[in-house]
C-alpha cells in the first residue's frame, strides 16, 4: 500500500547513499529546494514526470522510491544470484582443445544475458564453440603464440551491445572494491575478476556475505575442462576473493553495437596483421606471433642439439597452444566464409586448406613423435632434426596461407 512518508524517507535516503543535498536535486531537476523538502516529508509527492527524472538522478527505479522494500536488520546476511536472462543448453562443443579461459568467459557472458540467437528445439540457447572461436579471434590470442593482450574486454564485449568498465584492487579500499561488485551485480550485470597470478578467472553472478563472498563460475587458462563449463546453475562459492591483486571487470549495458560481420572484417585484418610479423619483440623466443616464432623454434631445437640434451624441451607444451591456435584460425576462417558475405570465398578456401596441412604435421608431432622418448643423443638430434623440418614446412604453409588472404584483406579494409 502506496504511503507518503515512507516513500519521502526513501527519497532522503537514496539522495544522501548519493552524496546529494536537498539543494542539489532541485538544481538538477529545475524545481524549488522547498518541493524537495515536502517530498521527503510526506506531505507532496513528484508529479510522474518529475517523478521518472528523478528516479533517473538516483539510480533507482520509480517503485524503488513509491513502494520501499523493508530495511534489514543491521548485520543481517543474505544472499543474491542473478538467473541466466534465457534458458542454455548443455554444452556440444570440443573440450579439447579449449585452452584459454578469456573467450570462454565472454562466450559465458553472452549466454548469461540471453544473447545467443541459436536456440535448440526446446528454446534453449545453443552452447557450442562458435563463441569461442569467434572471441578467441577478437581478442587476438588466436593470431599469438602464448600471447594475448588483455586490454581490450570493452572492444570483445562489442558485438553484444554491452561495454564494461575496468578497475584495479590496488587502487581502492577493499570495501570499496567489494561495493563495486555488489552494486553490478544488483544491477542486473555480471562481473569479471581476473587474477594477477595464475589462479581462477571468476565469472561472478551472485555473492553473500555482503560481497566478501562471490558466487559464480571459475576458468582458467590451460584447463579445458573449467573452460567447457557454462552451467549458472550449479555455482561456487569464492571467499576473500578481494584480498588478493586482481582487476575487476564490471559488465554493463553498452551504448552501441558492431555486427558481427564487421567485427570478423576488424579481427581478421587485426590477425593477418599479427600472423605475418617477422620481428621478435620479447625476450622470450616462443612468445609473441607471427611467423618470427617458426624461426625462434628451430633456433631453440638447434640450440638443445648443440648443448647435446637428452630431453627436447622446446616442444612441450607449446606443439599444443601450437595447434590450438592454428585450429583456432582455421575455424574462424571457416566462419567467416559465412559471416562476411562480400568476402573472396575461394582465397579463405585456399588458406584454409593450408591450415588444414599445419593442422596434419602437429599431429603427427602429437601422436607420433612426442610420446616416444630418445634413447641416447643421437636419437635426440635426429628427432630435433625431424621437429625442425616439420616446422619449416609449417612456415612455408602458413606463409602461403597469408599470400593467399592477402588480396582479400586489403579489399575489405578499404
Not at 77 to 87: G, I, K, M, N, V
Not at 122 to 131: H, K, L, P, V
Not at 278 to 286: E, G, Q, Y
Not at 369 to 388: F, H, S
Request: hydrophobic share 35%; aromatic share 8%; glycine share 8%.
Amino acid at each position: 500500500m502506496f504511503d507518503n512518508r515512507k516513500a519521502g524517507k526513501q527519497i532522503a535516503l537514496l539522495r544522501r547513499s548519493k552524496g546529494l543535498t536537498q539543494e542539489d536535486v532541485a538544481r538538477q531537476l529545475n524545481i524549488s529546494p522547498q518541493a524537495v523538502s515536502k517530498w521527503e516529508n510526506g506531505h507532496t509527492m513528484p508529479e510522474l514526470s518529475v517523478l521518472v527524472e528523478l528516479s533517473e538522478l538516483l539510480g533507482c527505479t520509480i517503485d524503488q522510491i513509491l513502494f520501499p522494500a523493508p530495511v534489514p536488520a543491521a548485520g543481517a546476511d543474505f544472499e543474491q544470484t542473478l538467473l541466466p536472462y534465457a534458458p542454455i543448453a548443455d554444452f556440444s562443443g570440443r573440450r579439447w582443445p579449449r585452452s584459454m579461459s578469456k573467450p570462454a568467459v565472454l562466450s559465458a557472458i553472452k549466454l548469461f544475458m540471453g544473447l545467443e540467437e541459436r536456440r535448440d528445439t526446446m528454446n534453449r540457447q545453443i552452447n557450442d564453440d562458435t563463441e569461442y572461436i569467434l572471441q578467441a579471434a577478437f581478442s587476438g590470442i588466436t593470431f599469438g603464440y602464448s600471447w594475448e593482450p588483455d586490454d581490450d574486454w570493452e572492444s570483445c564485449l562489442e558485438p553484444y551491445g554491452l561495454t564494461c568498465e575496468v578497475h584495479a584492487s590496488g587502487d581502492f579500499t577493499q570495501d570499496g572494491f567489494i561495493r563495486m561488485a555488489v552494486d553490478n551485480i544488483k544491477s542486473g550485470y555480471p562481473v569479471v575478476v581476473l587474477p594477477k597470478e595464475y589462479t581462477d578467472t571468476i565469472l561472478a553472478t551472485g555473492f553473500s556475505d555482503q560481497g566478501r563472498v562471490l558466487r559464480g563460475i571459475p576458468f582458467l587458462d590451460g584447463d579445458d575442462d573449467k573452460n567447457s563449463v557454462m552451467s549458472f546453475g550449479q555455482l561456487k562459492n569464492f571467499p576473500e576473493w578481494y584480498g588478493k591483486e586482481s582487476r575487476l571487470v564490471l559488465v554493463k549495458p553498452g551504448s552501441k553495437k558492431i555486427s558481427l560481420p564487421d567485427k570478423c572484417r576488424e579481427a581478421l585484418g587485426r590477425g593477418f596483421q599479427l600472423l605475418s610479423n617477422k620481428r621478435h619483440l620479447t625476450d622470450r623466443p616462443l612468445v609473441g606471433c607471427g611467423l618470427v616464432i617458426y624461426d625462434n623454434w628451430c633456433e631453440e631445437l638447434r640450440r638443445e642439439t648443440n648443448q647435446e640434451l637428452m630431453e627436447i624441451g622446446c616442444m612441450f607444451p607449446h606443439i599444443f597452444i601450437h595447434y590450438e591456435g592454428k585450429l583456432r584460425i582455421r575455424e574462424f576462417l571457416e566462419l567467416c566464409t559465412h559471416l562476411i558475405q562480400d568476402g573472396d570465398k575461394s582465397a579463405f578456401t585456399s588458406a584454409i586448406s593450408k591450415y588444414e596441412e599445419i593442422l596434419s604435421l602437429c599431429e603427427k608431432c602429437i601422436q607420433e613423435m612426442l610420446p616416444r622418448t630418445p634413447e641416447d643423443t643421437a636419437e635426440a638430434r635426429a628427432k630435433r632434426q625431424a621437429y625442425i623440418g616439420i616446422l619449416q614446412r609449417g612456415r612455408e604453409l602458413e606463409e602461403e596461407a597469408l599470400e593467399a588472404l592477402r588480396p582479400s584483406v586489403e579489399a575489405l579494409g578499404r
